[in-house]
């Protein structure tokens, strides 16, 4: 699975979102985007929860999350009671680990 943040949208939404975090899983090769207020740790966490569990509900589980966020470490201890996932964070990253 790999994550990153947008930057501010131009225009925040009814809801008070300006930012979307995006998730990408490579083996089923869906696309997330969720919509969120911030990039603080607790936001970025929750929406990579969200995001989680949905890929469990259908029976899959990530072992690897490359990102491109701050949100390394908090998404790494933020998921108590939860298997750790390998983070690696990456700004140069361009296509699938082989």
Same mark, same amino acid.
């Not at 919509?35 to 990530?62: N, R, S, W, Y």
């Not at 999350?65 to 201890?77: E, G, L, R, S, W």
């Given at each position: 699975?790999?994550?990153?943040?947008?930057?501010?949208?131009?225009?925040?939404?009814?809801?008070?979102?300006?930012?979307?975090?995006?998730a990408h899983d490579y083996n089923?090769?869906?696309?997330?985007?969720e919509p969120i207020k911030d990039v603080k740790d607790a936001?970025?966490?929750?929406?990579?929860?969200?995001?989680?569990?949905?890929?469990?509900?259908? =029976?899959?589980? *990530?072992?690897?999350? %490359?990102?491109?966020?701050?949100?390394?470490? $908090? +998404?790494?201890?933020?998921?108590? =009671?939860?298997? *750790?996932?390998?983070? %690696?964070?990456?700004?140069?990253?361009?296509? $699938? +680990?082989?």
């Amino acid at each position: 699975m790999y994550t990153d943040a947008t930057r501010a949208l131009q225009t925040i939404s009814l809801d008070g979102h300006q930012y979307y975090f995006i998730a990408h899983d490579y083996n089923s090769n869906y696309i997330f985007t969720e919509p969120i207020k911030d990039v603080k740790d607790a936001m970025l966490v929750e929406a990579f929860q969200k995001v989680f569990e949905t890929l469990e509900d259908c =029976g899959m589980k *990530p072992t690897l999350n %490359i990102t491109n966020n701050q949100a390394v470490k $908090p +998404i790494k201890t933020g998921r108590p =009671g939860h298997q *750790p996932i390998q983070q %690696i964070r990456s700004g140069l990253f361009s296509g $699938p +680990i082989c």
